[in-house]
């Protein structure tokens, strides 16, 4: 079946970087879409952005650009999300999406939470 | 950006009972709209897309409906398990921009 596993929780400094990786299985990776989306603690979904796991092209939402990259290993089914010189509003949980969004197909893993506290 | 204005953020029902749910978008979002369920811990998970498409595997009690700016989540006879927080998500434009989300809580 079709499954996104994210690596595994994370406690970092300010300042520090993190990278949270999300593993794609049950599926051609390349066919859909990664989007990224960070949910603060008891607060709604903000969209970061997305990347074409096919020509590896991300695109940031305006909010996240600067310290946040997307990348991927596809050869691995693997989509990454790396966050440099981290603040404390990074604190949040990060959840990889493989979604068509017009469309049924729509797998999100199961969310990765960053701390930051120094 | 589009906005979207979720209401109510709060909700308080019993089983059994009829309940909705309202986004209000800031423009026309021509039907662009998702409806995600969330419980506690978990991630998101699809409920209709495009207004009023059913996800898979979704129970018939939940529908969604609307057009333009105002679109509505419909839960037609609530069970014990749909207790959780609702958002909308519109997808007309870049950046895709979710409602505040509506916590559905036990009367």
């Known amino acids: 079946q079709i499954q996104l596993v994210q690596s595994g929780p994370e406690l970092k400094k300010p300042g520090e970087s993190v990278k949270i990786s999300c593993k794609a299985s049950?599926?051609?990776?390349?066919?859909?879409?990664m989007h990224w989306v960070k949910q603060a603690p008891g607060k709604g979904l903000k969209w970061m952005g997305w990347?074409?796991?096919?020509?590896?092209?991300?695109t940031y939402a305006d909010d996240f650009k600067g310290r946040f990259v997307f990348s991927l290993e596809a050869s691995a089914s693997t989509a990454n999300l790396q966050i440099s010189n981290l603040k404390n509003e990074d604190t949040a949980t990060y959840f990889c999406?493989?979604?068509?969004?017009?469309?049924?197909?729509?797998?999100w893993g199961q969310g990765v939470m960053v701390t930051v506290s120094s | 950006d589009i906005q979207m204005t979720q209401s109510p953020s709060f909700l308080s029902a019993s089983v059994g009972d009829r309940v909705t749910i309202n986004c209000k978008a800031s423009?026309?979002?021509?039907?662009?709209l998702n409806w995600y369920q969330q419980k506690l811990g978990e991630a998101p998970k699809r409920l209709i897309y495009?207004?009023?498409n059913l996800q898979t595997g979704i129970p018939s009690r939940f529908s969604g409906s609307g057009s333009g700016t105002d679109y509505t989540l419909t839960i037609s006879s609530l069970q014990p398990e749909d207790f959780a927080t609702y958002f909308c998500?519109?997808?007309?434009?870049?950046?895709?921009?979710f409602g505040s989300g509506t916590k559905l809580e036990i009367k």
């Open positions: 999406w493989g979604v068509i969004i017009r469309a049924p197909f729509d797998y």
């Open positions: 049950g599926y051609t990776f390349t066919d859909y879409a």
């Open positions: 990347i074409n796991t096919y020509t590896g092209k991300p």
């Open positions: 423009q026309n979002i021509n039907k662009y």
């Open positions: 495009n207004t009023n």
């Open positions: 998500l519109q997808h007309n434009s870049f950046p895709l921009t």
